[in-house]
């Protein structure tokens, strides 16, 4: 006969109390740090030291190609700190994080894609459409003044506040602008204006649109 009175052996305190522990040293375990993306000016800031520490016999490469490639890695340092200095006087802010050209562009390419769709969505059929007098108005963020003027062809921040632009300037920098409607397409009719507003970053395009006469 089986043994009715018979009950499984407690588990012990001290294993419990190892559990526990366990668990709290898997809670307070920390994440691991995340590395810092790497300088891409280092190799510049190290040429510029090696020059400033030792004017007179710093080092030069034999190559000429190689001695253009240091140039121009400078040139393009000076360049970056130029435009963050710009930003800085502009905005009276910290200077920002320096950016390569290709940053900037790259950036400034997600802008125009912003602006592209968001005139896009505004371009809805009105009656003024006929005779190209619709108004649509967009705003947007780039915080960032040297990307905001790279979306407009400028080496830097924007020196102005507005600015004028007629619609064939303006498509080609954000690309052309087509909207749609039943049995008609929508396009830029008159001058677009941009504000921007480099210490916020907010900025607006406004302008006028409608079918094509």
Not at 115 to 141: N, P, Q, Y
Not at 191 to 198: E, K
């Amino acid at each position: 006969m089986s043994d009715l009175s018979y009950s499984p052996e407690p588990v012990s305190k001290s294993r419990k109390r190892k559990s526990a522990s366990s668990s709290a040293t898997r809670a307070t375990k920390k994440p691991r740090a995340k590395k810092s993306p790497p300088d891409p000016y280092q190799t510049a800031k190290d040429y510029v030291e090696s020059a400033l520490a030792d004017p007179q016999s710093f080092y030069l490469p034999d190559d000429y190609q190689e001695i253009r490639d240091m140039i121009s890695t400078i040139t393009q340092y000076t360049k970056s700190l130029e435009g963050s200095v710009a930003v800085a006087n502009q905005t009276g802010r910290d200077a920002p994080t320096l950016k390569t050209a290709q940053q900037i562009q790259e950036e400034a390419s997600t802008i125009k894609g912003v602006i592209h769709r968001g005139i896009k969505k505004l371009m809805i059929w009105r009656s003024t459409c006929t005779e190209g007098r619709a108004k649509f108005a967009f705003e947007g963020v780039c915080t960032d003044p040297r990307v905001f003027g790279a979306v407009f062809g400028l080496d830097g921040p924007p020196v102005w506040a507005n600015k004028r632009y007629t619609c064939a300037e303006f498509e080609e920098f954000v690309g052309e602008i087509r909207g749609e409607v039943r049995y008609a397409y929508l396009y830029l009719s008159k001058n677009v204006t941009v504000r921007y507003n480099s210490e916020t970053g907010e900025f607006t395009a406004t302008g006028t649109y409608g079918k094509r006469v």
